[in-house]
């Protein structure tokens, strides 16, 4: 099956040199291009796309608008968003994470990382292996959340393995790490993450990661359980 991708830039370069590397890859090619956020939307409407390669700052809409409602319309919830940002400490990237995008790249990145990221979001995994993704998502939780917040109710719904394994995946470990330090198969643990984003509506262990911090599952600068 053929990776369908959005490039989403108002910088006509960039879209081309991505452009280059993803329809040179087998399995993947471009089936959009949109020079603004609003444009973005629409092609996602209609071209078909599995990934959006979505840059933040655009006219007319910007990535954060554009990633909210692409996340929030029911008719693309197999459309998965990747952030391109110019800056690693860019804290509107965690805004996009919060409208839904399922992780983030530096303009910067390396062919085969870009290539990696795509399929690893198109199998709707989450690109939380970088570590200024988490220091992003737990510093503007931690800034966002106030003692008075309302905890999410959903979570009276998560056993007590799926809230061990919840804070594992927002301390950004993967389903192997996680397989192996509570002595489990990666396929339970794969079933119990896959109930536990059912259970609280989430898209990905992106939400999942912003879930457990604005709910004090865990606090930044926490030590692995």
Same mark, same amino acid.
């Given at each position: ?110 062919? +085969? ?6 399929? $690893?979001? %198109?199998?709707?995994? &989450? @690109? =939380?292996? *970088? ?70 509506? +989430? ?6 990661? $912003?879930? %457990?911090?604005?709910? &004090? @599952? =865990?606090? *930044? ?5």
């Amino acid at each position: 099956m053929t990776i369908r991708v959005l490039l989403a830039d108002d910088q006509a370069l960039i879209r081309a040199g991505f452009k280059m590397i993803i329809d040179a890859e087998p399995g993947m090619e471009v089936a959009g291009e949109a020079g603004d956020g609003r444009e973005a939307v629409t092609l996602a409407h209609t071209n078909r796309v599995d990934v959006v390669l979505m840059d933040i700052r655009m006219p007319h809409m910007d990535g954060i608008e554009a990633t909210r409602l692409i996340c929030d319309d029911q008719n693309l919830a197999g459309v998965r968003v990747l952030v391109l940002t110019t800056f690693d400490n860019d804290d509107n990237v965690v805004l996009c994470l919060q409208a839904g995008a399922s992780g983030f790249l530096g303009k910067n990145v390396a062919p +085969a990382d870009l290539v990696n990221a795509i399929r $690893v979001v %198109a199998a709707g995994e &989450a @690109l =939380l292996s *970088p570590k200024a993704t988490r220091g992003l998502v737990s510093r503007f939780v931690e800034q966002a959340r106030t003692p008075s917040a309302p905890r999410m109710p959903e979570l009276d719904l998560v056993t007590d393995r799926e809230s061990e394994i919840l804070v594992l995946v927002a301390h950004g470990l993967s389903n192997d790490d996680i397989a192996r330090r509570l002595h489990l198969s990666p396929l339970t643990v794969k079933t119990h993450v896959n109930r536990t984003m059912i259970k609280l509506n +989430a898209r990905d262990r992106a939400q999942l990661v $912003v879930i %457990a911090y604005r709910n &004090a @599952l =865990l606090h *930044p600068g926490d030590a692995l359980p």
